[in-house]
């Protein structure tokens, strides 16, 4: 994972942050209606902030070098019992890397996304593993 560069878009979108979890959500549901069933009792707002939290801890982790995968997999496993299967995943990463390019813009680069995708892939794989 190149922590550089998931530190510094992140800082980009940390004033925000906000802005961006609410419109990650919307962007999902929108474009898969039927994951809007896993969020049914949800507080939207807190889990927006909880989506954008996570992504600063994960990116701060690896910037320390900590083991996050012990703290990934019982998340996944969270997940599990939530219903959420593996083939959830490249979903919400997908609507994730969409809604980091319609927050930033031409401020998000081609560097940016190859970090967030391999990012992404890695955290997910740990997750469902
Ligand atoms: C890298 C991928 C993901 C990360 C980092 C992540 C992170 C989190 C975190 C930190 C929570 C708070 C609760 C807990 O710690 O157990 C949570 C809850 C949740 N996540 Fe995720 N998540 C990811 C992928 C997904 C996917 C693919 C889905 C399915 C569409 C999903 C659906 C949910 C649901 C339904 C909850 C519970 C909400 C509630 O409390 O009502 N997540 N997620």
């Known amino acids: ?11 980009l ?7 961006f979890a609410a419109s990650f959500y919307q962007r999902l549901f929108e474009k898969y209606p039927a994951t809007r069933a896993f ?4 507080d939207m707002e807190k889990q927006a902030r909880t989506l954008a939290a996570t992504l600063a801890v994960v990116v701060a982790g690896v910037e320390k070098g900590e083991d996050l995968i012990p703290t990934l997999q019982k998340l996944g496993a969270r997940h599990k019992t939530y219903g959420v299967v593996a083939d959830h995943y ?15 813009g031409p401020k998000w680069t ?3 996304q190859d970090a967030w995708v391999q990012a992404y892939t890695v955290i997910a794989q740990v997750m469902v593993s």
């Open 1 to 11: 994972m190149n922590a550089a560069l998931l530190k510094e878009s992140f800082s």
């Open 13 to 19: 979108i940390e004033p925000e942050k906000d802005e």
């Open 39 to 42: 969020f049914a009792n949800t």
């Open 90 to 104: 490249p979903i919400v990463g997908e609507v994730l890397i969409e809604t980091f390019q319609t927050t930033l």
């Open 110 to 112: 081609p560097a940016y």
